[in-house]
């Protein structure tokens, strides 16, 4: 299991930027997956963004809605990952949760397939 602490969050403009970090602890960090996603109110659990383990090339897939405006990244030497969030709309308001992926080695989008999340950090954008 591995232990994951989010902060950056905040209140923001449209069209403003954040930063998100997420520091893990517990286990091989660089081994896993790692991926954020956001829960709007009154909605599901939403895909954002994951970045594959160290040997898979740190390759990043996004949801179409953040693509082109957030980026994610990691740093395994300080087992962290951060997530940039540029050009903010109001839309982006939701609590932003860091995952860990289930299994070492593997890059999926669906929140199952993570098993090992953070408390969340709110982001509001304003209009």
């Known amino acids: 299991q591995v232990q994951l602490v989010e902060s950056g969050g905040g209140l923001v403009q449209a069209g403003g930027s954040l930063r998100l970090s997420c520091a893990a602890s517990g286990r091989t960090f660089s081994s896993y997956a790692m991926g954020w996603f956001r829960q709007a109110p009154g909605k599901e659990r939403a895909f954002v963004a994951v970045?594959?383990?160290?040997?898979?090339?740190?390759?990043?897939y996004y949801a179409d809605s953040v693509k082109g405006r957030f980026t994610i990244s990691r740093d395994n030497a300080k087992n962290t990952v951060y997530l940039q969030m540029n050009s903010l709309k109001p839309e982006d308001t939701a609590v932003y949760y860091c995952a860990a992926h289930r299994t070492p080695y593997y890059s999926t989008t669906h929140p199952g397939d993570f098993g090992s999340w953070g408390q969340g950090t709110q982001v509001t954008v304003s209009s």
């Open positions: 970045i594959s383990w160290r040997g898979g090339g740190g390759n990043t």
